[in-house]
């Protein structure tokens, strides 16, 4: 019987330089959601590596952290 891997994928350095300029511009994870339209849960994907941003995202991400 193979065994199967379940652990969780490691963080993009996008996910985590992302993350990190967050917490240290002091906006929660839902402020941020709230301003650029992507659901927490989604942005917590990105930022943990579950998932990789869209390019779409990824605009809407620097627009706002522009704005900050």
Do not use: Q
Not at 9 to 22: A, S
Not at 28 to 46: N, Q, V, W, Y
């Amino acid at each position: 019987i193979p065994s199967h891997d379940l652990s969780l994928p490691e963080p993009t350095d996008f996910g985590i330089k992302l993350k990190k300029w967050r917490l240290l511009s002091g906006v929660t994870l839902r402020e941020f959601c709230a301003k650029t339209g992507i659901l927490p849960s989604r942005l917590s994907d990105i930022e943990t590596g579950i998932v990789h941003a869209t390019e779409e995202e990824i605009g809407k991400l620097n627009d706002v952290m522009r704005s900050l």
